[in-house]
């Protein structure tokens, strides 16, 4: 059976919060799916994917950064669907870094081809003149989006919660494009809030999601994001690596990182009442890890805890 044809059910793990006996926390532990299509990228790739195989496209075009998760997640969805896969990667310079970059030689080895342009090529690439250059170059392609968000993607992530997750008060997840989101909103009960914890600086978000969310239970939480994408410091290091002793999970310092450290200080600042059962979504990402280190080690901080 084809990957992306497979039910994925995840678990939910509890947390002890030692400092709120009276909150409930739970991990729906989504990064379990799969090394590198894992979390969200599998719920919004897989009818993509779907759709594509049945188009008979010949290959997956997308975008992505140089430590992109997305890039690393179509590569391999490519690879096992034997779908060739095309990456236009958003930095000229990156061209010559391939086997230094754990994200992109990893992409490569799965068969991707790389494609590097200038930031502000980059900046054009949602306009049907930069698409049809593209169609002018490689053919026929199935487009996916930068971070993999479209209406499929929605379908996809609604597919995340499960009837018994309706016990819970609070669901929390990290945002980024605001698709994985915009899906556990559209498939919460009436009586349960969704708080989205934005890894970006800045409430623009808050427009994005609407275009997919069908319900108003919900909350952007812009507190969190450590300066804005990609940006981190000690304080978030030793939180992540202390959760990780703790729990034995491992976070990501770009997305759930952020969110569980903002969601630990909302509870000890007394956000949820007594008895509040939340939660928490564990959308992947991992594989940035990596890459993250070796930015760290040139600048002589602390690195993150890996297995």
Partial sequence: MNFFNSTQISYNQSINLSFAKNVILDVKREDQIHPYISGNKFRKLKYNILVARSKQSPSLLTFGGAFSNHIAAVAEAGKLSNINTIGVIRGEELSHKIDTNPTLKYAKLCGMKLIFVSRADYKLKNTQNFINKLKLKFGDFYLIPEGGTNNLAIKGCEEILQPNDKVYDFVCCSVGTGGTIAGIIN?????????????????????????????????????????????????????????????????????????????????????????????????????????????????????????
């Fill in 187 to 307: 498939s919460t009960c009436d009586q349960q809030k969704v708080l989205g914890f934005s890894s970006l600086k800045g409430d623009f978000l808050n427009k994005d999601i609407s275009k997919f969310a069908n319900t108003k239970n919900w909350e952007l939480i812009t507190d969190y994001h450590f300066g804005g994408y990609g940006k981190i410091n000690d304080q978030l290091i030793t939180f992540i690596n202390s959760f990780k002793s703790n729990t034995n999970i491992q976070l990501d310092p770009i997305y759930t990182g952020k969110m569980f450290y903002g969601l630990f200080e909302m509870i000890k600042n007394g956000y949820f009442k007594p008895n509040t059962k939340i939660l928490a979504i564990h959308t992947g990402g991992l594989q940035g890890i990596s890459g993250m280190n070796l930015k760290l080690k040139q600048q002589n901080k602390p690195l993150i805890t890996l297995d």
